[in-house]
């Protein structure tokens, strides 16, 4: 990702504007500015912020279209030992700028569409959803990492289950035999 800039990103911008100007937007978005997004995720440091880069263009069949790139360290709760888990979440994103569900219709695939209001797009808004498209459905620790990896150790390092242990020639299923002699 390159080099964002410290100052604070725009909440709302004239999308389309930006798109026939060519421009290109740097900044942060503090993390504790956006409410849904904060809900989703264990934590982040008081001070973390999502660093942002937005490219708004015209494509070659006059579309506007805005491509990004975010970044946002956040804490995850580890679903194998429930514990914390620092992780850095990143998205690559293009979108379609739209003001109707009939203009979203009409995108091509490649693009995904961004309802927008006239003159006006919520910058932020934009950023938390695409955070929170990205977030892991079930987070986990590296194994070696992960407090549970104790818990671990019954099975192989491929992750499936070990073979248990059995005597050679030993019957398996000599318990259920002298089960079948003691009923009769």
């Known amino acids: ?18 798109a026939e100007q060519n421009s290109t937007l740097e900044g942060i978005i503090p993390l504790s ?7 989703a995720v264990l934590g982040f440091s008081e001070n973390a ?18 491509s990004g790139e975010l970044e946002a360290p956040v804490e995850l709760e580890c679903q194998r030992c ?5 992780a850095t979440l990143v998205s690559r994103f ?11 219709k009409q995108l091509p695939n490649e693009l995904e569409p961004y309802l927008t209001d006239d003159f006006s797009a919520d910058l932020w808004s934009m950023a938390e959803d695409e955070l929170l498209l990205v977030l892991p459905a079930f987070p986990l620790h590296d194994r070696n990492e992960c ?3 104790e818990d671990l150790e ?31």
Do not use: I, W
């Open 1 to 18: 990702m390159s080099k964002a800039s410290n100052a604070e990103l725009p909440k709302s911008v004239d999308p389309y504007r930006l």
């Open 82 to 86: 429930m514990g914390s888990m620092r």
């Open 147 to 149: 407090p549970a990896r």
């Open 49 to 66: 912020a999502c660093r942002v880069t937005l490219s708004f263009y015209m494509d070659s069949e006059r579309r506007r279209v805005v």
């Open 94 to 104: 293009k979108l379609g700028l739209v003001t109707s569900d009939e203009q979203a």
């Open 33 to 39: 500015g956006l409410s849904r997004f904060r809900e």
């Open 154 to 184: 019954a099975y192989e390092p491929d992750g499936s289950a070990a073979e248990p242990v059995r005597k050679s020639g030993e019957n398996p299923f000599s318990v259920l035999a002298n089960l079948k002699k003691t009923k009769h």
